[in-house]
């Protein structure tokens, strides 16, 4: 009964963003009942407050599981799955150029197959343009030049179901700062101690 009720929910909802605009992507009514199902699921991650799970399309009309989250205090991130049957088993994590600020997609990586996160690395560039943000906070610096990359990719890599999924980073401008965070910061998954803020 649920899996119909879920059908049916996606299916209105498609109608409503059809009607409505569609935004940044669009929801999609082309996965099974299971896959939708499955999708919805990463609503219950276990230590991860995830905000929306669903199927959704990239530009050329690839299905794929679409999740939003928040890391605590300011971390938005989002991640797009491809379907079990189009995953290529590695992960990418998708830079964010300049001060970043905003979720950036990358469908022509997940129509290659790629699991996909980005994240607004702890602030809203609408709300507080160019370097405004780190302006007397902390916090901010921190997620931002660091701990948001980290974190995000922690929480991707706990989606696919495998920690040690070979991955990747792409598309960073402002200093390329995620593999050599990646690499120098988090060996092993932890912070050097010498680090830590």
Known sequence: ?????????????????????????QVSALGSVEEITNCEDLLQQRNLTITYAG??????????????????????FHVQLPLPGDWNGRFLKWGDGGKDGDLDFADHRVTEG?????????????????????YHNRQAEIDFGYRAVHLTTMAAKTMTGKKKTPAR??????????????????????????MSP
């Not at 119909?4 to 940044?24: D, M, N, P, Q």
């Not at 199927?55 to 938005?76: D, F, I, M, R, W």
């Open 55 to 76: 199927l959704a399309e990239t530009s050329k009309g690839k299905s794929y599981c679409y999740v939003k989250g928040l890391l605590l205090p300011a971390v938005h």
């Open 1 to 25: 009964m649920r899996r119909i009720v879920s059908a049916i929910a996606l299916s209105l909802c498609g109608a409503w963003v059809s009607t409505f605009g569609a935004g940044a992507f």
């Open 169 to 194: 980073c792409s598309r960073f401008t402002n200093g390329s700062p995620c593999p050599w965070i990646s690499s120098t910061w988090f060996l092993c998954g932890r912070i050097h101690p010498w």
């Open 114 to 134: 790629y699991a996909v996160a980005n994240s607004n690395t702890g602030h809203d560039n609408g709300a507080e343009p160019g370097s405004s943000f780190g």
